[in-house]
């Protein structure tokens, strides 16, 4: 009987401990959202963008010219109030005047409901001059694809509904203004100024090559440039805790990759030590956790639970207690 209840004492906690994973999971969510935005929140780095992909590398926005937008909006739904969030917005001024409202928003895949998305965006800018009598302007949005495949379709409204032919001269056919990253001509990532000029540039050699030769300009923004690579490409070798702690100044690619390099051959000399210490303590485990499951005529998942093994170590034991190990 007791040990039924300090199985189900155990269990229990197992089941608090994976809300509070779920809990930790979406904190994490949020954290790569906001580093997601963080690089292209800079006015040096936003106005660099629209020059080259909106102007054709015209300087024609200062870095001076532009103003954050609250990127949070929100609506009634159901009853409720909910909101929603652009990835970067500011506004365009000249001589206190808004010339526009520029958007950016980040997508790593193809989005159907984009156009959709891309709607309630402007229009809520719309509203929001019209609210604080704000002299109209125009509202843009830039869609920037970071897949390695062209955005061919989901770019339009008609695309995504079905609308009898009688219809169609009736409904407006919001098209969206997408930017596919990778497919960028060698000539228009050699326009960019700032540190996007990296990642475009990381984009269209990892599409035409599969392999990435870094770049020799240095780095201004380091860290969240290195965070953001780090969240579009999930590519280790921009891992930023080396520059969390080191703030290095002044850095390139070049460095940030031979830094890699090196403390991935000093980490692979101290992984090889532990090694046969974490393989040996894996096999006691499992030696332990079938001899229990046997004398208590329980299953192999019951006796993980009772010895409280950590789900790292069961999920390192379970194919080999599979294997007849």
Known sequence: MKVRKLAIRKIESRNFSAKNKITKKRKSKNAK??????????????????????????????????????????????????????????????????????????????????????????????????????????????????????????????????????????????EINVIDIAYLPRETVNKFKSDFKIIADYFVQMRETGKYEPMTDNIKHIWELLNLMSILTDDDRFKVKYYEENRKERANMCTVIDDFIAKGEEKGKIEGKIEGKIEGEMYTTIRHIKNLAEKMHISIEDAFVMLGVSDDMQAKCRPLIHDGV
Not at 47 to 71: R, T, Y
Not at 150 to 165: A, G, L, M, Q, S
Request: charged share 30%; glycine share 4%; proline share 4%.
């Open 33 to 174: 959202d906001i580093m997601e935005k963080h690089l292209e929140s800079f006015n040096d780095v936003f106005a660099d963008m629209i020059n080259v992909l909106v102007f054709g590398g015209k300087e024609v926005i200062g870095e001076n010219d532009l103003e954050d937008i609250d990127p949070i909006s929100y609506f009634i739904e159901d009853k409720q109030i909910r909101k929603q969030e652009r990835d970067v917005s500011k506004k365009w001024i000249n001589n206190d005047i808004i010339l526009s409202f520029i958007g950016i928003e980040n997508q790593t895949k193809i989005d159907p409901q984009m156009p959709f998305r891309v709607i309630g965006y402007d229009g809520v800018s719309y509203k929001y001059m019209l609210a604080n009598k704000i002299p109209m302007c125009p509202v843009i949005t830039i869609v920037l694809n970071f897949s390695m495949t062209r955005w061919t379709k989901h770019r339009n409204i008609i695309e995504e509904v079905n609308v009898c032919d009688e219809l169609k001269p009736f409904v407006k056919n919001y």
